[in-house]
């Protein structure tokens, strides 16, 4: 089994440095990934931007995951995947913003008080399959081939 597609989104100020943002999600999308960045106003009227970056394909999707790192994907197996999967059958991650910007992966948590970029993978899988189990052997079989 494998992956539909992968989708990474930045929620970012009009202070915000969104060429780097934009970088920083090419990078983890991968580079045949769209991006497209959308200007509104958040609710207390300020400008705000949306940046999307966005791949159908399940290669560049599992590349996506990929970069993620051992480390990040070991913890994510480790912390209970299950609760990472929601009934859409698709993986959610978030990762600190200001550490992917400057090339680092690290996962952010409960007590993050930072900007996030918010991945979502969509798992492919059919009626039977497990989807935790799909995921789970998907990360698996990227930590014993690296």
Do not use: C
């Amino acid at each position: 089994m494998s992956l539909h597609s992968v989708t990474w989104r930045v929620n970012a100020s009009s202070l915000d440095n969104t060429d780097l943002i934009e970088d920083s999600l090419k990078w983890i999308s991968g580079e045949k990934s769209t991006i497209t960045k959308t200007k509104d106003k958040s609710f207390h009227g300020s400008q705000q931007y949306s940046i999307v970056a966005q791949t159908q394909k399940r290669k560049e999707a599992i590349e996506s995951l990929k970069r993620l790192g051992n480390k990040t994907l070991d913890s994510i197996l480790k912390d209970g995947i299950e609760k990472r999967i929601d009934d859409s059958k698709n993986l959610h991650i978030r990762l600190e913003l200001s550490k992917l910007v400057s090339g680092e992966i690290y996962l952010s948590n409960n007590n993050t008080i930072s900007a996030t970029v918010k991945g979502k993978f969509k798992i492919e899988s059919y009626p039977g399959d497990s989807v935790t189990e799909v995921i789970t052997d998907l990360i698996e079989k990227i930590l014993d081939s690296s």
